[in-house]
T-cell receptor, first 114, second 110 residues
Framework: DGGITQSPKYLFRKEGQNVTLSCEQNLNHDAMYWYRQDPGQGLRLIYYSQIVNDFQKGDIAEGYSVSREKKESFPLTVTSAQKNPTAFYLC?????????????FGEGSRLTVL | GDSVTQMEGPVTLSEEAFLTINCTYTATGYPSLFWYVQYPGEGLQLLLK?????DKGSNKGFEATYRKETTSFHLEKGSVQVSDSAVYFC?????????FGQGTELSVKP
């Protein structure tokens, strides 16, 4: 089945450690996105990419890094510089051409810093 | 800047009650408007959308009409079910970016 796969679903990290969240899609979408979700704050855009080997910062990129070496994959690294990393992270993808803004989401990864 | 404002939750209803979740937006251009739904522990799914003024989006008994004059896109359902319990997000798309409201939690009791 076509879709977006995020892993791991749950992740625990000690302070000072970097962690990488995986996002893979087989929908042949050009664009991919990472959002952070906190209670009562909705979704905030971290990074997005519209083409392989290129990506742009979203509204809250500080303390995060991404790569887009393949069209299907858009991993997110939460670095030790991120001051408050405990959150629910959502990956999404979309077409670019003819797109009216519909995003397809993965099931999310919940990161907890111990 | 562009933004979306939703009514605060949680909203608690009895089964078969009428639902309205208010959503208003601010945008400099002509956005497309969306409602997404998030069931517990899952990602978001598109519920319905409208791409121009006076369009009505509908799906699974939910409806929303794009009202340019009031910059609103309120979500309605005539008779909610327990299975509708979820968080609902209003969103707008403009210049390739999707901007979300803060979400409204709906809890439907039997």
């Amino acid at each position: 089945d076509g879709g977006i796969t995020q892993s791991p679903k749950y992740l625990f990290r000690k302070e000072g450690q970097n962690v990488t969240l995986s996002c893979e899609q087989n929908l042949n979408h050009d664009a991919m996105y990472w959002y952070r979700q906190d209670p009562g704050q909705g979704l905030r855009l971290i990074y997005y990419s519209q083409i392989v080997n290129d990506f742009q910062k979203g509204d809250i990129a500080e303390g995060y890094s991404v790569s887009r070496e393949k069209k299907e994959s858009f991993p997110l690294t939460v670095t030790s510089a991120q001051k408050n990393p405990t959150a629910f992270y959502l990956c999404a993808s979309s077409h670019l051409t003819g797109n009216t803004g519909e995003l397809f989401f993965g099931e999310g990864s919940r990161l907890t810093v111990l | 800047g562009d933004s979306v404002t939703q009514m605060e939750g949680p909203v608690t209803l009895s089964e078969e009650a009428f639902l309205t979740i208010n959503c208003t937006y601010t945008a400099t251009g002509y956005p497309s408007l969306f409602w997404y739904v998030q069931y517990p522990g899952e990602g978001l799914q598109l519920l319905l959308k409208a791409t121009k003024a006076d369009d009505k989006g509908s799906n699974k008994g939910f409806e929303a009409t794009y009202r340019k004059e009031t910059t609103s896109f309120h979500l309605e359902k005539g008779s909610v079910q327990v299975s509708d319990s979820a968080v609902y997000f209003c969103a707008l798309s403009i210049e390739g970016k999707l901007i979300f409201g803060q979400g409204t939690e709906l809890s439907v009791k039997p």
